[in-house]
């Protein structure tokens, strides 16, 4: 069965970084466009960034633009998101999930999800 | 950024009652709108794509519809397991995705 497991959060002082993993199995994750999605109890579900199944193009929510990188490494079916400049409103619980189908982003796995708090 | 706006935020409904959520975008999304369940410290679970189509394993309960801008979930008769929060999500605008702000369910 389809499996996303994130790893990697917890506790970091602003303006640091942090990478958060995504290990997949179940599925052939090379032909896939993943995606992270955060939530916060405040502003909800928002869309972080995408990365094609190849690799070769990666999409950005401006809020993220400049700071975090998405990355994947197919070999290892895993998922990467780098957070640099990290500040107290990325704090949030952070989902990896796959699109559905490769002709338009729907969600239809998601990972438990991996909280980052951003506070000093 | 499309913004999607979700009615009401919170309802109150017994078991067996017909409930329906409505999810409107700030413009047309071309019937690229999708429905999420949460329970809570749970992921999202797809429901519906494309406006109308059931997710697999998703009960027949759980219908959508609409066009254009205006859209909406419909549970046929509510059961226990159904008390939750609701989301939709346009897929339109492709590289800037954007949720409703939630609709919770609860017990009557």
């Known amino acids: 069965q389809v499996q996303l497991v994130e790893s990697g959060g917890g506790v970091v002082q602003p303006g640091r970084s942090l990478r958060l993993s995504c290990a997949a199995s179940g599925f052939t994750f090379s032909s896939y466009d993943i995606h992270w999605v955060r939530q916060t109890p405040g502003r909800g579900l928002e869309w972080v960034a995408v990365?094609?199944?190849?690799?070769?193009?990666?999409f950005y929510a401006d809020s993220v633009k400049g700071r975090f990188t998405i990355s994947r490494d197919n070999s290892k079916n895993t998922l990467y998101l780098q957070m640099n400049s990290l500040r107290a409103e990325d704090t949030a619980v952070y989902y990896c999930a796959k699109d559905r189908d490769m002709l338009t982003p729907v969600f239809d796995y998601w990972g438990q999800g991996t909280l980052v708090t951003v506070s000093s | 950024d499309i913004q999607m706006t979700q009615s009401p935020s919170s309802l109150s409904a017994s078991v067996g009652d017909r409930v329906t959520i409505t999810c409107r975008a700030s413009q047309s999304v071309n019937n690229h709108l999708n429905w999420y369940q949460q329970k809570p410290g749970k992921a999202p679970k797809l429901l519906i794509y494309a406006s109308s189509s059931l997710q697999t394993g998703v009960p027949s309960r759980f219908s959508g519809s609409g066009s254009g801008t205006d859209y909406t979930l419909t549970i046929s008769s509510l059961q226990p397991d159904d008390f939750a929060t609701y989301y939709c999500q346009q897929s339109y605008s492709t590289l800037s995705l954007t949720f409703g702000g939630g609709t919770k369910v609860e017990i009557k």
């Open positions: 990365i094609s199944n190849d690799g070769g193009s990666k």
